[in-house]
């Protein structure tokens, strides 16, 4: 194997490019640690042991508000895998160009990844497999340490949070600003407009299941007007 | 209890499906038309996620006309697609918001 030694400065670039991209997660963290301590299903521990046992927000979200409402542990469950099966894809990307890297990093970047995470890797380009992966971790890292903290802070202090504060328009800025800068080309904007309209219209399917739909076409909507518009050229 | 279980369960499917292909490596080998797919997840599953959640419960109508979310949401897109800048994004983004609100939208 290569060497693949810590690299500080890819490390450090992780850090720096996962730090405005937990902005908005610190609102919707704090308001997550308050409707954890409100829960009269999910105790305030185990509700914050989420941010680590599953590391995903809006998952998060939806668990405890189901077990609030008596739902049965397989259809929350269910609702979990739905909600997080894009990560299957983000899997089957970051896999095809991360090259021959230790045990000990499948293991951690898996953990560790989220849409974030795999925003910051997509937008790294051409780079050696070193350095990609020290930025996964340095993102990952950051990541995972503020969500903990931040909804621990949201049990304490969360109600400073003021009622109308725009938690989920916050979310939707910072993944519509990834989403422009993942768009690179005509086909992606493509992909992106389908993707969109999809999730849409099936926003009253199960949660989860409309972003998954939307990503598959819309990927392949995308490769098919790429090649499409290639031969046109 | 249950909290801890569907927590547990559901955070070992969630780890299993983001190591999906990372844990196995080479292992798997995705045939070679999956190639131009993955190039597109990206911009689709970003898409998919800010779409919804700016839209709202009304869906296409809120479009026309516009509500203070979608303005806010366009002006952070026009303003990342010039500058590439995450943070100024997001300034703009709740900066547009709260005027558009403040002007009845």
Redo the contacts between chains.
Sequence with gaps: MADLSFDRGAFGRGVRSALPLMVPPVPFGLALGLIITESEAVGTFVGWASSWVLFAGSAQLVAVELLDEGAAAAVIIATIVMINARHIVYSAVVNARIGAVPGWFRLLGSYWLTDQVFAIDEMQGEIGTRQRMWTMLGAGFTMWSIWNAVVLAGVFVGDLLPDDFPVGFIVAVLFGGLMVLATRNRPGVAAAIVGGLIAVGARDLPPGTGVLIAIIVGAAVGAALERRWERAE | M??????????L???L??????????R?R?PAW???????????????????????DE??PALAPPTA?VI??AA??FV??RT?N??L??LV??VV?GLAGWIGL
């Design positions: 249950s909290a801890w279980i569907v927590f547990g369960v559901g955070g499917f969630t780890y499906m983001r190591g999906s292909f990372l844990l196995l490596g080479d798997v995705l999956t190639e131009a797919p993955l190039r597109y997840v990206a911009p689709a599953a970003f898409a998919a996620i800010t779409v919804p959640a700016t839209l709202g869906g296409l979310e806010g949401v952070a897109g990342v697609w590439r995450i943070p994004c997001l983004g709740v918001l």
